[in-house]
């Protein structure tokens, strides 16, 4: 178990709607990031947060956003769906402080999106 | 600029003989490499890191990688395959670029044979 906790598991929708997916961190992490894994494109990296603010942002297309809360979870919020948004949503969580090597992501067990 | 080339997206290997993934990276900065392993339908799990100590890694699983500057490389390999280690193998590099940019690698798939 690696301490990231995402809901929820599956989800099944159909085109034109809007879902979010939920990303509880790491206790005491303050790095939040989204992902996106579909067979196609492979992983793609969508976007991270420190701290409630945006760090980085990937390939993330402008009908998604994301955002940390004070409590540090976050929220991905996925609009006006298309087929080709169906796939594996993983969200990873760092301490974010410190040096790089000590910031390894941890992985949650991902949210699965099929728009129908 | 930072990239990650896994040159290999499918390996196959006979169980009890040696795993050899390949990672190829490039970066402007002193970087941090990882390995990361998935078994279908999981998520991502943490198989080593490199952080500029040891340049040989040892992870779990049997899994070991070696970091060759001159050749800006970070192979996996293992000494004997087992069938549990049929998954997918994301080379991972990371550093500090104002913010911590963590680039993936697109990933191999290991089939081990019986």
């Known amino acids: 178990d690696s301490g990231v906790t995402q809901t929820p598991k599956h989800l099944i929708t159909a085109t034109g709607q809007r879902v979010t997916l939920r990303c509880s961190p790491r206790?005491?992490?303050?790095?939040v990031y989204w992902y996106q894994q579909s067979l196609d494109q492979g992983l793609q990296f969508l976007i991270q947060y420190y701290n409630g603010e945006e760090r980085a942002k990937g390939n993330i297309l402008e009908r998604f956003s994301a955002q940390q809360f004070p409590d540090l979870h976050s929220e991905l919020n996925l609009s006006s769906l298309e087929l080709g948004d169906s796939a594996l949503y993983f969200c990873?969580?760092?301490?974010?402080?410190?040096?790089?090597?000590?910031?390894?992501?941890?992985f949650g067990a991902g949210t699965r999106l099929s728009v129908l | 600029a930072q990239s990650v080339t896994q040159l290999d997206s499918h390996v196959s290997v006979s169980e009890g003989t040696p795993v050899l993934l390949r990672c190829n990276y490039s970066s402007s900065y002193s970087p941090s490499l990882f390995w990361y392993v998935q078994h279908p339908n999981k998520g991502l799990q943490l198989l080593l890191k490199?952080?500029?100590?040891?340049?040989l890694v040892k992870g779990i699983n049997g899994f070991e990688a070696e970091f060759k500057k001159s050749e800006t490389s970070f192979h996996l390999t293992k000494p004997s395959a087992h069938m549990s280690d049929a998954a997918e193998y994301f080379c991972?590099?990371?550093?500090?670029?104002?913010?911590?940019?963590?680039?993936f690698g697109t990933g191999t798939k290991l089939q081990v044979i019986p």
């Open positions: 206790s005491g992490d303050l790095s």
């Open positions: 490199y952080t500029s100590a040891a340049t």
């Open positions: 990873a969580s760092s301490p974010g402080t410190g040096t790089v090597a000590k910031n390894i992501q941890y």
């Open positions: 991972v590099v990371s550093a500090l670029e104002g913010y911590q940019k963590v680039t």
